[in-house]
């Protein structure tokens, strides 16, 4: 099993490098891709050191599967030439989610859609995965009418400059600026850029229709607002979910605790609820502060929290590859 790693020296490619070592992905061998500035330095996986080729090198060695996180005009680039010699993709962009011709896979929900044919996959957004490990579940039991999620979202989801900004503002060093204003300090309503059209972010579109490719649900009403917040590690959602039918709390806290990668987190006797920096560095979806809404029937309001970097990108991806070589889906 031949990997290749696209986008391997930035901060999602790193932690994919990470999370194949820790779940011992069966490889044979990894090709880390970088940008040019990158080409012939090495990087360590297993004790050994791997030097980074260029894209047109790595599609010539003709992996098995190549995972990218490098962006979304590289993977449009890049991803079908990849799939053209046979190379099973994995994109974390947001370049491919939204086309009709490719899975946009969540493993726990919906990994059998996939099939030898799915040369492109897309690795949902990070907010968005968290979301559906929560919501899926319970929409199967009682039918979600509306959503309405307001996220917090950890300057990691913007890349190591935006860790750079925060961390020199903390620190009162002068720093170059990723986002219009000073993040120390701050929270801006602003994730990723504005849609002229609607007067919503991207990331708050997102949230609002990949939800409903993933869980095959046309009609489900959602609507978002992203929030970025001088954290480092983990977004953290506030979702207010309307059922069709009523629900019982503790029904829904053991529907939630059985979904597999989702942990609840609930007893405010113990002040016990998912926080940011609690999800560091761990792959399941955390969830809390489950209530009922007390202005409206069938309505619930629940606190979800997750590490974006491992769940909410690598991981995900990573459990992708892995469904797609337990079901003889590649080579």
């Given at each position: 099993?031949?990997?290749?790693?696209?986008?391997?020296?930035?901060?999602?490619?790193?932690?994919?490098?990470?999370?194949?070592?820790?779940?011992?992905?069966?490889?044979?061998?990894?090709?880390?891709?970088?940008?040019?500035?990158?080409?012939?330095?090495?990087?360590?996986?297993?004790?050994?050191?791997?030097?980074?080729?260029?894209?047109?090198?790595?599609?010539e060695m003709r992996a098995d599967i190549a995972i990218f996180s490098?962006?979304?005009?590289?993977?449009?680039q890049w991803a079908p030439k990849f799939a053209e010699v046979g190379?099973?993709?994995?994109?974390?962009?947001?370049?491919?989610?939204?086309?009709?011709?490719?899975?946009?896979?969540?493993?726990?929900?919906?990994?059998?859609?996939?099939?030898?044919?799915?040369?492109?996959?897309?690795?949902?957004?990070?907010?968005?995965?968290?979301?559906?490990?929560?919501?899926?579940?319970?929409?199967?039991?009682?039918?979600?009418?509306?959503?309405?999620?307001?996220?917090?979202?950890?300057?990691?989801?913007?890349?190591?400059?935006?860790?750079?900004?925060?961390?020199?503002?903390?620190?009162?060093?002068?720093?170059?600026?990723?986002?219009?204003?000073?993040?120390?300090?701050?929270?801006?309503?602003?994730?990723?850029?504005?849609?002229?059209?609607?007067?919503?972010?991207?990331?708050?579109?997102?949230?609002?229709?990949?939800?409903?490719?993933?869980?095959?649900?046309?009609?489900?009403?959602?609507?978002?607002?992203?929030?970025?917040?001088?954290?480092?590690?983990?977004?953290?959602?506030?979702?207010?979910?309307?059922?069709?039918?009523?629900?019982?709390?503790?029904?829904?806290?053991?529907?939630?605790?059985?979904?597999?990668?989702?942990?609840?987190?609930?007893?405010?006797?113990?002040?016990?609820?998912?926080?940011?920096?609690?999800?560091?560095?761990?792959?399941?979806?955390?969830?809390?502060?489950?209530?009922?809404?007390?202005?409206?029937?069938?309505?619930?309001?629940?606190?979800?929290?997750?590490?974006?970097?491992?769940?909410?990108?690598?991981?995900?991806?990573?459990?992708?590859?892995?469904?797609?070589?337990?079901?003889?889906?590649?080579?």
């Amino acid at each position: 099993m031949r990997i290749a790693v696209v986008g391997a020296t930035g901060m999602v490619g790193r932690v994919m490098l990470q999370v194949l070592e820790e779940r011992n992905f069966p490889i044979t061998e990894i090709i880390p891709v970088a940008s040019e500035r990158s080409i012939g330095k090495t990087i360590e996986y297993k004790g050994k050191e791997y030097k980074i080729v260029s894209m047109q090198d790595a599609v010539e060695m003709r992996a098995d599967i190549a995972i990218f996180s490098a962006g979304g005009e590289t993977s449009k680039q890049w991803a079908p030439k990849f799939a053209e010699v046979g190379t099973t993709v994995i994109d974390n962009s947001s370049a491919w989610r939204m086309d009709p011709d490719r899975p946009l896979i969540v493993p726990e929900i919906n990994a059998d859609i996939l099939t030898t044919n799915d040369k492109i996959i897309a690795n949902p957004n990070c907010s968005t995965i968290q979301l559906v490990m929560v919501l899926n579940p319970l929409h199967k039991k009682y039918g979600i009418k509306r959503v309405v999620v307001s996220t917090y979202q950890s300057v990691t989801g913007t890349g190591k400059d935006a860790v750079e900004q925060l961390n020199g503002e903390i620190e009162g060093r002068d720093v170059a600026k990723v986002y219009p204003y000073q993040i120390f300090k701050n929270a801006l309503p602003h994730c990723d850029v504005f849609d002229e059209e609607t007067g919503y972010t991207k990331e708050e579109l997102k949230l609002t229709r990949e939800p409903r490719k993933i869980m095959r649900v046309d009609e489900m009403n959602i609507t978002a607002t992203a929030v970025r917040v001088p954290v480092q590690g983990g977004h953290s959602e506030s979702v207010n979910i309307e059922f069709e039918n009523d629900f019982d709390l503790a029904e829904v806290r053991k529907l939630l605790a059985e979904q597999e990668g989702v942990t609840v987190q609930d007893n405010p006797d113990t002040n016990t609820y998912p926080m940011a920096f609690y999800s560091e560095g761990k792959d399941d979806v955390f969830v809390g502060r489950i209530r009922r809404d007390l202005s409206q029937p069938n309505a619930l309001n629940c606190w979800i929290v997750a590490d974006n970097l491992r769940k909410g990108a690598a991981t995900n991806a990573v459990q992708i590859a892995e469904y797609l070589v337990k079901h003889n889906l590649v080579g």
